[in-house]
């Protein structure tokens, strides 16, 4: 039986021939194109540079020649606009031999360029949600799409567990509507904990689903641990590390990547940032020195993490430890390509966050990755989707409009009460009114959404806040926080790698009027979620800290400061429950509670805790888990902290909530559009979580120990074999751990320990 090579269309296999060179193809696009063929909808998962993109448009490419496509036949939807920019020279090289043509449609395209004559639509359309919303609600979205045979959802992990991805599954079923056809979907993504629930999400139970995931052959991994306490020479430590490399640097924040630059400006030629605030240009001028082929070292956010392309990579660096394994692991995937060993170097800055990047190397080695959970109760998104259905509409029945919209598969779990209190609220609001029997806009959509603002209707991204950076001739440099920017504080600060000083402020339009500078340094800040570690690094790094070892194979030197680090942490820790330990502290006590529930979830525990111990404690929650002062005097400051856990135990969602600080309607786009009882749900089960918190609980010991209780658990150390990666599995093998760089004295205190 013939290979899929040997079935493509003539013209796409002289073109995989004479611009590629293939003389066959990949098991992973062999695989795809098979699966592909019988219409079902695709979970396509590989490494980073591992093919996927051919893989997904070798068999759309295939039926469009052979069926004479004519318009918009394939959607290829991206989170990124610069993805898109980077994946449309690909495309449009494997499509160009047999006339078929490829455009991007995003916001920083000109709009001359996104207008498209009926006969000369292009056959593939790269483009954002945010866009395809707009196209979508078109007039001629019917037309338009009618050709419509595939929808390519690239890196859909990043798009699942957020609003972002509510917003995206209620596109694809409308896509399905407005083509008149059940559109085939192929997801992308190189880093999935849940696949089959990730493919779930984008198919739906009436449709046929096939996973593809070919693994690659093991690759050496090279990693070294440098924990430095003080910015400066963190800083002279990276340095040291890239120079004369291509290297990339991840941090944490935008924030920080631009401390990081500031640290590193005048040190290292090539040096660029790349973050979601600086301008395109400045991203664009990043993108190409990675390709050009010379040392370069680009300090970035999570920006570069997905699938952009840049080349081969000499070495990736992470500042701090990562905050989950799926991260790490697209991280590592951007370096190690053309058999070469993968070399990734961790800077730290405390001895504790040493456990925290060990924990999640050996989360790695074990093929273990973060699940990805779509949410529940999206009650904003719905607001958004009644209210672009209505205006689309113009009027139709209250009932008609309940049920498109609640039919639309990210809302088929929301009851239909649930989504006639959104309507009704609506209508009580003023953004919907009636007119007989029928349901109209109403006044204060037109307010709200007209002109200028009708654009943010089209997008869940919460926008508003940031203040445009731009020179007296009008060049942008990128954007500010508007706490920032409306803060008068004095000295130059960083955007972009420069430094830059404010000469005027346009309140009115959100401009900030900046000229270069360089006297005095102050911190660009941004506001964003609160991050922190994982469950699943929380819980690796906990069965670390009861073995009082890793697992891993390390050097003397990185070794003695993971053993400096669980010094601090005295007693008997359970492995996989909770641990509550009275700590002396000088001439009081304080207590120190391990768990495995990560920062978000540990966020919720300190909130209970200290609603159950009155104002005079002081709690703070940390990666680890919380730490409680002026709790009570020794002997009773533990038992005082394991009553309020053993409390939350047996505590509903609900009582729960009551002790988290109120999240305004304003943090979320279209809050303010859903009524007060059902966002406070949403708040709780999507951005708390704490049904899930609660039921994590409900499996895990809380234990209360003493620092010197040795025997308090007596399974503490269970021997476990050294995890063995899979073979064949594209995470596999920490072939040896070094150590970089000099330890320093113990660093000052962060939320990354215990203290």
């Not at 409306?486 to 420069?498: P, V």
Request: charged content about 25%; aromatic content about 4%; hydrophobic content about 40%.
């Amino acid at each position: 039986m013939p290979g899929a090579y040997d079935r493509l269309h003539g013209t796409l296999q002289a073109t995989l021939l004479h611009r590629l060179g293939w003389h066959s193809l990949r098991p992973l696009q062999e695989e795809t194109y098979a699966a592909a063929s019988t219409g079902a909808d695709l979970l396509v998962i590989a490494p980073t540079a591992g093919g996927k993109t051919e893989a997904a448009m070798l068999p759309v490419i295939d039926r469009a020649l052979k069926e004479g496509a004519r318009g918009v036949f394939c959607i290829y939807l991206s989170p990124l606009k610069a993805l898109i920019n980077d994946q449309l020279d690909r495309i449009s090289a494997l499509c160009a031999p047999g006339r078929l043509t490829a455009a991007a449609f995003h916001g920083d395209v000109p709009p001359s360029e996104r207008r498209h004559e009926p006969d000369d639509e292009p056959h593939v359309l790269l483009i954002t949600p945010e866009s395809l919303e707009v196209l979508l609600h078109a007039r001629d979205a019917p037309v338009r799409f009618s050709p419509l045979r595939y929808v390519v959802v690239d890196e859909v992990h990043a798009f699942v567990g957020t609003d972002r991805g509510v917003q995206v599954r209620a596109l694809l079923d409308r896509l399905d509507r407005t083509a008149c056809r059940n559109v085939q979907r192929i997801g992308l993504s190189a880093t999935v904990g849940n696949p089959e629930g990730v493919l779930a999400w984008l198919s739906s139970p009436e449709r046929r689903q096939r996973l593809v995931r070919i693994p690659s052959p093991p690759v050496p991994r090279l990693f070294s641990f440098c924990v430095e306490p003080g910015e400066v020479e963190r800083a002279e430590a990276l340095v040291r590390l890239v120079r004369g490399r291509r290297a990339l640097v991840f941090a944490r924040s935008r924030g920080e990547v631009e401390r990081l630059a500031h640290l590193l400006d005048g040190q290292l030629p090539g040096l660029y940032c790349h973050h979601s605030s600086v301008s395109p240009a400045t991203r664009e001028m990043a993108e190409r020195a990675a390709k050009s082929g010379e040392p370069f070292c680009i300090v970035c956010t999570s920006t570069l993490e997905l699938g952009i392309d840049i080349g081969d990579l000499d070495l990736v660096v992470q500042s701090g430890p990562p905050s989950s394994v799926a991260s790490f692991l697209q991280r590592l995937g951007r370096t190690g390509r053309r058999d070469r060993s993968a070399r990734f170097a961790f800077l730290l800055a405390r001895p504790c966050e040493l456990v925290f990047a060990l924990a999640t190397v050996e989360a790695a080695s074990r093929g273990e990755a973060e699940p990805i959970r779509p949410p529940e109760r999206p009650y904003h998104v719905l607001a958004q989707q009644l209210l672009l259905h209505l205006i689309r509409a113009r009027r139709t029945r209250l009932s008609v409009l309940r049920d498109l919209v609640g039919s639309l598969g990210p809302f088929r779990a929301i009851p239909p009460e649930e989504v006639d209190r959104v309507a009704a609220h609506l209508l009580e609001a003023g953004f919907i009114t009636r007119d007989g029997d029928l349901v109209m806009v109403g006044p204060a959509t037109e307010s709200a959404f007209s002109g200028v603002h009708r654009q943010e209707l089209f997008s869940v991204l919460r926008g508003g806040r940031d203040y445009r950076a731009i020179t007296p001739d009008g060049e942008e440099v990128g954007r500010l926080d508007a706490r920032f920017a409306r803060s008068d504080g004095n000295g130059a600060f960083s955007l972009g790698g420069r430094s830059w000083s404010v000469v005027g402020r346009d309140d009115r339009h959100g401009l900030l009027i900046v000229e270069p500078g360089t006297e005095g340094h102050r911190k660009a800040f941004w506001s964003g979620e609160r991050g922190g570690a994982s469950p699943l690094v929380a819980a690796s790094a906990l069965r670390i800290i009861a073995e009082r070892s890793s697992r891993l194979t390390l050097d003397e030197v990185t070794r003695s400061t993971l053993e400096d680090a669980l010094e601090l942490i005295p007693g008997a820790v359970h492995p996989t429950g909770v641990t509550v330990l009275e700590i002396p502290d000088g001439g009081t006590v304080r207590v120190l509670v391990l768990t495995p529930f990560g920062a978000a979830g540990n966020r919720v525990v300190a909130s209970f805790i200290n609603a159950r111990l009155g104002p005079r404690s002081a709690i703070r929650p940390t990666d680890f888990g919380i730490v409680v002062r002026r709790a009570g005097s020794a002997g009773l400051a533990g038992t005082r902290v394991h009553a309020a856990l053993e409390s939350l135990r047996s505590a509903t969602p609900e009582e729960v909530a009551r002790t988290l600080p109120p999240l305004p309607s304003s943090q979320r786009a279209f809050g303010s559009l859903v009524p007060s009882e059902l966002f406070e749900r949403m708040v709780m089960e999507d951005v708390y979580r704490v049904p899930d918190l609660l039921s994590s609980l409900a499996q895990s010991p809380i234990v209360l120990a003493r620092p010197d209780d040795d025997d308090a658990l007596h399974d503490r150390r269970r021997p476990e074999e050294k995890p063995v990666p899979r073979e064949g599995d594209p995470r596999q093998g920490v072939r040896k751990i070094e150590t970089d760089g000099d330890q320093g004295e113990e660093p000052e205190k962060t939320d990354k320990g215990p203290e």
